[in-house]
């Protein structure tokens, strides 16, 4: 199947500063990834659909300035936690499909730390 | 608005015994489902989906799930289970966007 791939797998970073998170499709163009957090044991939240091209679309009660959301190409979107707080700690995963209602093909996911 | 609920927090099944993950769906119009599956901090790992077509249908590990429009249902099963299959398992309706299911986690005893 398709592989999507996250970078870094893990991070730990200081309260106050930021953090890029990559995803790349590999081996097809995606026009639209999702990101998703997830807390342990618990459902994927989504967080944003990232749009190449465009602005990022995201959900209801998410912070668009404090989760920077760059699509530049049909290959890679970026997840930048800005000014990042211990709250913020988290399981990171982003999704990408080569079709609009195709299967999304999942990262590995980033786990953030934040002291 | 599309979605799923999973009632079972947990399943635990002895290895060589039938699994079954249940999984309901809420959508207007046609449903297209996916069952995915998480194992401990990774990403998802396609199983299966259901767009149109036979109710049963048959995907990665000798997983296949059954849909069954009248019950609303879309439940995942494997004939004989493995210890390996002890994970944590997400069923998912999409529209533009995939709504997940709360997850069930199965745990395979030897």
């Known amino acids: 199947g398709a592989v999507v791939s996250q970078h870094p797998s893990w991070v730990i970073c200081k309260s106050g500063t930021s953090v890029k998170i990559e995803c790349r499709s590999l081996d097809f163009q995606a026009t639209t990834m999702f990101w998703y957090r997830q807390f342990p044991k618990q459902s994927l939240m989504l967080m944003a659909t990232s749009n190449e091209g465009s602005k990022a679309t995201y959900e209801q009660g998410v912070e668009k300035d404090k989760f920077l959301i760059n699509h530049a190409s049909l290959t890679l979107s970026t997840l930048t936690v800005t000014s990042a707080h211990p709250e913020d700690s988290s399981f990171y995963i982003c999704s990408a499909g080569p079709g609009v209602l195709d299967e999304q093909y999942f990262g590995p996911g980033t786990r953030l730390t934040v002291t | 608005a599309q979605s799923v609920a999973q009632p079972e927090d947990q399943v635990n099944v002895a290895e060589g015994n039938p699994l079954t993950v249940k999984c309901t769906y809420s959508v207007s119009g046609n449903p297209y489902l996916f069952w995915y599956v998480q194992y401990p901090n990774r990403g998802l790992q396609f199983l299966l989906k259901?767009?149109?077509?036979?109710?049963l249908v048959k995907g990665s590990y000798g997983f296949e799930a059954e849909f069954n429009k009248s019950q609303t249902s879309f439940h995942l099963k494997k004939p004989s289970a493995l210890v390996s299959d002890s994970a944590l398992y997400f069923c998912?309706?999409?529209?533009?966007?995939?709504?997940f299911g709360a997850g069930t986690t199965v745990t395979v005893r030897a």
């Open positions: 998912a309706v999409r529209d533009y966007k995939l709504s």
């Open positions: 259901y767009i149109t077509g036979d109710n």
